[in-house]
Structure formats: C-alpha cells, structure tokens
C-alpha cells in the first residue's frame, strides 16, 4: 500500500525521513490551536455583546424606550433615562471631531505632501503618534489643573459680551463640555491623521505628476485632485475618529461636569454614556440601577459597533491595504 | 479491496518505467483556480542524470518542477491532474504527506534563501528535522564540501548565512538542500539572480552533483542547458484556446533535442535562440 | 520679428498674484494648525516634569499610600505600580498567545476563508471598543461570579484591549516575512508548524513585539476598563481583593481636596507616561530592525 511509512523504506541511501509521530502531532495540535483562538475571537465579541445585551434585558420591562427619552437619573426614587447623556456623547464627539477632524487632515496634507524636510516630518509624526500615547487620564488632570484654568477667562469673555448665541449662554464656572471637548479632540486627533496620512499615500504618484503637469500650484494641486482623491480614505478616518471620541471615557468623566443636562452651550456642564458609567457605576444599588446601566452600556456599544463598523468598511473600500488604526 | 488495487495499479507501474527512471511526472492538466496553466506533458528524470526544463517565459515549466514536490500546495487554487510517480507510489494520492515529499525530493529556489541564522545552523537545518542523530559536524561538512562552499566558509560557520554574497548563498542553499541526500533535487533557475562567475560556479557544482543525486533545473538560458544537461525538456505556449497554456513538446537527450529537433516549434525557437 | 499682437508669457514669480497668495496663506495655515498639534503634547510634558518632579522620590516607588486620617502624611503608591504590572502581565498572559496564535491562522494557514475574514472583521471592530464597554463585561463575568473585585478580573479587562493590537499587528508582521523565506522552509520538508516556529515566526518577532510592547504600553495608561473590576486599594498586593492601579490612583486623587494627594496624583502621571514613552520608543526602535 502506498503511504507515508513508503517513502521513509524505499531502497537507495538518504538521510530523509518522513515526518515523526510526535512532529505530526505537533503540527496538528499547533494548526488545531490556530483554528480555535480564530473562532474565539469571533465568539468573544458575541460573547461581549451576549452578556452586556443579557444583563441589560431585565432592566429592559421597567425602563422600556422610554428610558432613551427621560432626563432624569435619580436613584433614590429609581427613575433612570439616559436622553441628556446620549445627546452629550454626540454632540461632545461631533464638536470634538470638528476640530481634531481639521487639524488632523491638516497634520496629514503637511507630513504627506513634502511640505517638509524629512527630519521634520519624523519629529511631526512621532509627536502627533506620541499624542495618542498619552493615557487618557493624564490628560484628564491636565485638563482639570491647566486647560480649565487657561480658558475660564476666555469662556467667560465670550459669555459677557456673546451670550445671546446659545453656545455661550452660559459662564464656564469649572468643569464642562468645552475642556472635555479640548481633550476629546486632542485624543482623536492622531487617529484621523494616522488614517488619513494612509489615504493620501495611497495616491498613485501619477496622479500628482499629472496635477502639477498641469500646471497647478501645490495648493491647488492637494485641494482640486489629492483631497478628492484621498476623500473616501480621510471619510473613513473621520468616521473612526468619532467613533473613537463616543467611547472615551476616562477625559470625559473627569472634565465634563456629569450633570444631566440638555444643553448647546459649550461652557454648560453635561454628561456622556461612558462618563456616566465610570462616575455611577461603582456605587451603583445593586438591582435596578445596575441594570440600568447595563442598558446604558449596551447603548454605547451598539453605537459604537455601528459608527466603528461603518467606519472600517469605508476605510478598506477607499483605501487598499490601508486599513490600519 | 482497494488498497489492493492500488497496489497493483502501482506495481504495474512500476514495472512500466524503465529502471533508469528515478521519477515520472505526467501532469495532464495543472490548474490555478480557473486558469489552465499547464497540459499533457510527461516528463521523466532520469536517475543521475540533469535533466533541463526550457521553453520561452510563461510556459509552465517551473510550474512543473514545482509540482513534482508540491510546492504548488501552497499556492491558493492550485489543483493537478495526472501522477508523478516515484519509486512506485503518486506522490499526488491522498494519503500522500507532502510534508514527506519535500524531504526526499529537495529544491533550491531562484532566489536565494537562506534563513536567518548562522551557516552551520542553515545546513543542519535539515539534518535536524529529519532528526538525525550521527556526527552533525561531518555531514555539515560533507554537504558544504558538496556545495564547493567549504573552503570558503570554513572559518565562518557561526556567521549568518544572509551575509555571504548571492553566489555564495546560492550554493550555501543547494549545501542545505543536499545535506539531507534527498533522493531528486529540483533547481527552480537557480543561476538568474547571479552573476556570471557565480554562474559557473554553480554551473560546475552541478555537474558534480549527478554523480551522486538526480537533478532536475529550470533554466532560460539555452546555453547552460546545452552546458549542464543530459536530457532536455522543452516547453512552449500554447495560445490558441485564448488561455495561455503551457505544454511539453519535445524531450530527449540534449544533443538532440538541440541538434536535431523533431518538432518545428523547437527548431523556430532554438533558431530564433541561437542565430 | 514683428509679432507684434504675441505676448511673452509671464514665467518669473508673481508673489502677489491671487493664486500665490492663495498658496501662502494656505502654507500659513497648515503650518500653525501643526505646531498647535504640538502645544498639549509640550504642555503635558513640562507640567508633568513641573509638577511630578516636585515630588519624584525613591520612596514613591516602596511605600503605601498616606493612610485615610493622614492625607498630608507622605507615602507613594508602590502598591498601585505593583498592581498595574501585575494586572498588565495577567492581561498579557492572556492577550499574548491568543492574539499570536490567531494572527498565524489569519495570516498563514487559511488567510481567505470565510472564518479568516470574520475574525479580522471581529478584531477591527474590538479595536474600537470602548474601553469602559471591556470593564462592563469584565465586572459582568468575573466580578458578578465571583462575587467580590479581584485584580484577575482587571486583568481580564485589559486582555479585551490587548487581544485585537497584538492579533492585527502580528498579522501584518507575519505577512511580511518574504516569500523565499517561507518557500525555503517548506521545499526543506517542514510541516506547517515547523516552518513557522522555526523559520517564519523568528523572522516576523520583531514586528510581532512591536504590537505586543505597543498593546502593553496602551494597557498599561488604561483606567476605565479597572474602575470597577480592580478597584482601587491602599494595601499591597493581594490578587484575590481589589487592586490599586496608577492609573485608577491619577483618577481617584484627581479631584481629592488634598493638595499633597494631588501632588502625588502629578508624579503618579509623570511614572504612568514615562513608562509608555519608554515602551513606545522600545517598540519604534524594535520595529526599525526587522530582520531582512
């Protein structure tokens, strides 16, 4: 019969030998164990939405829709809604995403587009990568001990002689939404521009010979051909940034005042899911207020598997082989 | 019962080849997902004897080396339809390992490749994984030797096997494929990457090798298959279902095949070649 | 030469002209918005060296924090860096093999198939989790069944963050290893194991520790995914009870009323970011010398 043990027993001298019992088993268990660490990141992000969506349920006949609509979360009388805080995670991440979004795509046009000398572009691109890395929570007393301070005066000018516009309705008398958004848009600033640097350098270099054989200038060649070229990507990179800016936590619920209030103005305190989640969950009555917060973060995270799903789809569309966070 | 069947259908087989045969690849079709790459081209290597793949790019014939040890395994798609038959089994059966395979049949590559260790550990690569449990200093330096590659590394061996020049890394891979003595060694072009002198360095080391293995080379250079090879296999494309399929259209021994081909296609092409 | 009705285009610089103008306000732009990028990053550095320096001593790193009735009293936290490695190396325990041995499947044992995609797709998404999401699931699976909060589930925690950095990361390192390299192992007669332990994962290590260093250094600054699975403490190390972390410390002390606390809240800080500085510069210098 024609099989392994054959081809190690034919006549003739060599030194080969098929495959040992034990290396076989080595291969098999090792493909074995490769196999199943894929399923299980599949089932663990099941898992993740299973057993958040499971503890929320319970909560879910007391609170119903509703709770999606009530400003109120009161835990002596157990009324709990969520409607401030859902508008607080996206304004807050919209706001935040309109300035680190600007200043990103900034960042990326001026590191790609050999504005600088190559040193300079690396030092720009580790501080802008060396941005990202700086925990949230340092940020958070950085915020709390500088940022407020700093801007107090200004807030408080605007609120003097603007304040009939509703963003400035009101003083900023400590924390609020306008240091969180501060923050909030430094921290997604590297995402977008990291995403964004990606698109712009997936631009076939013809591209831009034949812009600038046209005749254009720099700007007019990166704002009539690179940026509507690089749109989908620099999309794609918006997308995550804010999606990144929906689930932070730790800047928010240190800076942005946790109050549950409907509000436009910047200097407002105001509070977000994630925050309300760090701030309550630790003292939380076990019961329905558990639960409620369970429902509350089962919110966020259908949000943010949306936003981050759209995101990375649009990404990969736009970009081939630049899908990277 | 099928198991006996099998056995007879590869003792009738066996009994077929003419002894001086060491392996007979008969790929009747090689696909890569749907793109016919390679048909009817049954090319039997003779034992200790070079024998030389030729043909204009794109006609298949490393696709064919490669299959003989299922390297194309590896290549998503890939599918073969014939038999290599080799002391008396198909390596292409089920129950075929064809981790097994590559052991008794060793290839050297078009690049050189040689692993990012030092030079001994390159060669002993093999050694060890065939566990091979005599004197591991004297068979390395046995295949070094083999390789024409001792002299000048004999000094070095702890040295990374990356930091020799590409002909020297060139035979320092052949070095590691013979150390094992597989039973056929496949060489897939194994001269493009290098220079001249390189060239027929290797060009030498082969002709040294069939003393001792069976050789099977790649090769777009016609004069190093009338340098280095007994038997030539020459291939062509063929284009007119539309796809650009490869094929066998003549093999013999090199004198003849060169001298006095037997098919028009092989005199247009040597003609074209060599005028 | 009388062409007269022929005008010599204008070639030399107009710095005037609109569209010029146009480019310089521009180019103006750009480079403020990019030097503004860079103000927070200074100003967080020289606070921290402003403020943490002041009380950066050898003692932080062995002492337990000053007692409830004491907040002025001097102490440090060497229990809350004790914690954060310990929770970090439990998350790595974790994270590290899953991540690489799933990152070999995707990208060299079936980079196609219907489950490859899924899980990369999986992967993606969890790189956008939110970090207090990580947290929730932890208290729900580990605090809730085990009935108390223990730095394992901290850990736990943190391995959420960690498994999809390092999974994606080792993919692209492991993509990366040439081809020759991977043919050469396998025309040597190695079985797929073999020629990834022996010759394509050695090649691929030092991307592959670049994502690790990278995914330890985020873990290690992380605080939400902690708040209520490892709690905080003021005692040393005790897995099985809550666990002080520098990261939940920064928080905690954040908004004490105790100016000492919140001094040892800006050293704490100034630890917590040198550490993932040096772990970032590790992991950019390891990814600098890959290997071929």
Partial sequence: MADNEFLGNVGGRTLSKPPTPGDIFFDKSFRFLTRAFTWATIFLLAFIVYKIGGKALPAF???????????????????????????????????????????????????????????????????????????????????????????????????????????????????????????????????VAAISQDAFKAIP???????????????????????????????????????????????????????????????????????????????ANVGLETGALMYAACVLLLITLIVNIAGAVIVTKATPGGDRR | ??????????????????????????????????????????????????????????????????????????????RFVGDVHFHGINIYDKNIDPVSVRRNIGMVFQQPNP????????????????????????????????AALWKEVKDKLKNNGLSLSGGQQQRLCIARAIATEPRVLLMDEPCSALDPIATRQIEELMVELKKQFTVAIVTHNMQQAVRVADQTAFFAV??????????????????????NPQEELTKEYLHGEFS | MSQTGLQLPQLERQPMEPRALKSIILSAITIACAITACIPLFSVLILLIYR?????????????????????????????????????????????????????????????????????????????????????????????????????AGGIALSLLMIPTVMLTAEEAIKMVPNPMREAAYGMGCTPA?????????????????????????????????????????????????????????????????????????????????????LNIISRSMGGKTKL
């Fill in chain 1, 61 to 191: 006949p007391d609170l119903g829709i509703k709770f999606l609509f009530t400003s109120v979360w009161n835990s002596s009388e157990n009324v709990y809604g969520i409607l401030p805080q859902i508008w607080g995670t996206i304004y807050s991440s919209f706001l935040a995403l309109i300035l680190g979004g600007f200043f990103g795509i900034t960042i990326a046009i001026f590191i790609t587009q050999d504005f600088l000398p190559y040193k300079v572009e690396f030092a720009l691109k580790n501080i802008i990568e060396l941005l990202a890395a700086i925990p949230s929570v340092v940020y958070g007393l950085w915020g709390i001990y500088v940022l407020v301070p700093l801007i107090r005066p200004l807030a408080n000018f605007l609120h003097e002689y603007l304040g009939w516009i509703p963003f400035f309705s009101t003083r900023l008398s400590g924390l609020g939404l306008l240091p969180a958004v501060l923050v909030l848009s430094i921290m997604i600033l590297p995402t």
């Fill in chain 1, 205 to 283: 270099h013809k591209t831009k010979e034949a812009a600038f054989g046209m005749g254009t200038t720099r700007w007019e060649a990166i704002l009539r051909v690179m940026l509507p070229t690089a749109s989908g990507g620099i999309f794609g990179a918006l997308v995550l940034g804010f999606g990144r800016a929906l689930g932070e936590t730790m800047a928010l619920a240190m800076l942005v005042g946790s109050m549950s209030t409907l509000t436009l103005s910047f200097f407002a305190p105001a509070d977000t899911i994630a925050a309300l989640l760090a701030n309550t969950f630790p003292e």
């Fill in chain 2, 1 to 78: 019962m099928e198991a006996l069947k099998e056995v007879d259908a590869n003792e009738a087989y066996e009994n077929d080849l003419p002894a001086d045969v060491a392996l007979d690849c008969r790929a009747h079709q090689i696909f890569y997902s749907d793109f016919l790459a390679v048909r009817d081209s049954h090319v039997p290597i003779k034992r200790n004897q070079i024998t030389g793949f030729i043909g204009p790019s794109g006609c298949g014939k490393s696709t064919v080396l490669k299959s003989i040890n299922r390297m194309n395994d590896l290549i998503r798609g890939f």
């Fill in chain 2, 115 to 146: 692993f990012s260790m030092s030079i001994f550990d390159n060669v002993a690569f093999g050694l060890r994984l065939n566990r091979y449990k005599g004197n591991m200093h004297e068979k390395v330096e046995k295949a070094l030797r083999s």
């Fill in chain 2, 238 to 259: 063929d284009i007119s279902k539309g796809g650009r399929t490869g094929y066998l259209v003549e093999m013999g021994p090199t004198k003849e095949v060169f001298e």
């Fill in chain 3, 52 to 152: 943490g320096g002041k009380r950066l001593t050898l003692e932080l790193f062995y002492t337990l924090p000053p007692g409830a009735f004491d907040a002025h009293g001097v102490g440090g936290f060497g229990n809350a860096i004790l914690g954060t490695a310990f929770m970090v190396g439990i998350a790595g325990l974790i994270s590290i093999p899953f991540g690489i041995l799933a990152a070999v499947y995707l990208a060299e044992l079936d980079p196609h198939s219907k489950i490859s995609e899924t899980a990369r797709f999986c992967a993606k998404t969890m790189t956008g989790l939110p970090s207090i999401i990580a947290g929730v699931f932890a208290y729900a699976v580990v605090v809730l069944v085990m009935g108390h909060y223990s730095s394992w």
């Fill in chain 3, 194 to 278: 073999q020629s990834l332990v022996k010759v394509i994962l050695p090649v691929a290590m030092p991307g592959i520790i670049t994502g690790v260093v990278l995914a330890v250094a985020r873990a290690a600054g992380e605080t939400a995914p902690l708040l209520f699975t490892a709690l905080f403490s003021e005692s040393w190390l005790s897995p099985n009870n809550p666990t002080a972390s520098l990261a939940v410390l920064i928080y905690n002390w954040s908004s004490s009323p105790y100016e000492n606390l919140i001094e040892l809240a800006w050293a704490a800080s100034l630890i917590l970011v040198v550490l993932v500085f040096v």
